[in-house]
């Protein structure tokens, strides 16, 4: 259960190796993060080309994902990151539930959250991940830069993307910190850790995350504590 009406959870997906700073700093501000991994894709080397810029999109090792997401969470991403829309029905059920299967034996705890690869879902996509996985909750990429509790956790709509929308994050980080509310609330941030490379925006986020951290009337936690915390389950 959330001991406040307020949370505050992040998201991020590949995981790649920029992670490991990306946890460190959540670590640093007493927060916890979901990392959405693709099992079938760890270890690889690997490289981006983004806003002109070439960054490293290097997969962390499988021996290392239990020490290195320590205290947060590992979520689903699919095995090898496909438009699961256009896959068959066997094949969606095959790239999520062995996923699944993959991290929480790499973890040591089932994992229960997804993040769909390149944010394309459908109908059908969610009711077979429902249906015939044992996922708990699904993130989308469609911000809503509100605070709403969602119903439907199998297309949940994050807040605020944090690399195009820099300023609606700053923007929304105060109006949540000066939010009173009596229903519960939950400001949600996702992204890529590599796109802290970009433009070498690191200590910007530190600095959102210094602003929104120590809040006695916030509960930190990962996207399962707070997603299905809320709800009691």
């Not at 994902?65 to 029905?89: M, N």
Request: aromatic share 12%.
């Amino acid at each position: 259960m959330m001991k406040n009406l307020k949370g505050l959870t992040f998201s991020y997906d590949d995981g790649v190796t920029q992670d490991i700073r990306l946890a460190e700093l959540f670590h640093k501000y007493g927060m916890k993060a979901t990392f959405n991994l693709n099992s079938g894709l760890l270890g690889l080397d690997g490289s981006l080309n983004r806003e002109g810029k070439t960054v490293s999109h290097v997969k962390v090792n499988p021996a290392d994902v239990k020490r290195i997401y320590a205290g947060h969470e590992v979520a689903g991403h699919a095995l090898t990151h496909p438009c699961l829309p256009r896959q068959t029905d066997d094949e969606i059920v095959r790239q999520v539930e062995e996923d699944r299967l993959k991290l929480s034996e790499l973890c040591g705890y089932e994992v229960l959250g997804f993040a769909h690869p390149f944010g394309n879902y459908d109908s059908r996509v969610t009711e077979l991940i429902k249906g015939k996985t044992g996922i708990k909750y699904c993130r989308t990429v469609k911000s809503t830069h509100a605070f709403d509790i969602q119903q439907d956790l199998y297309e949940f709509h994050p807040t605020v993307y944090h690399h195009r929308e820099w300023d609606e994050m700053f923007e929304l980080g105060e109006k949540f910190l000066n939010l009173k509310t009596e229903q519960p609330a939950i400001f949600y941030v996702w992204g890529h850790a590599y796109e802290f490379d970009i433009h070498n925006t690191w200590d910007r986020f530190e600095e959102f995350l210094k602003m929104m951290s120590g809040k006695s009337d916030i509960t930190y936690g990962t996207n399962s504590e707070l997603l299905l915390g809320w709800r009691g389950e």
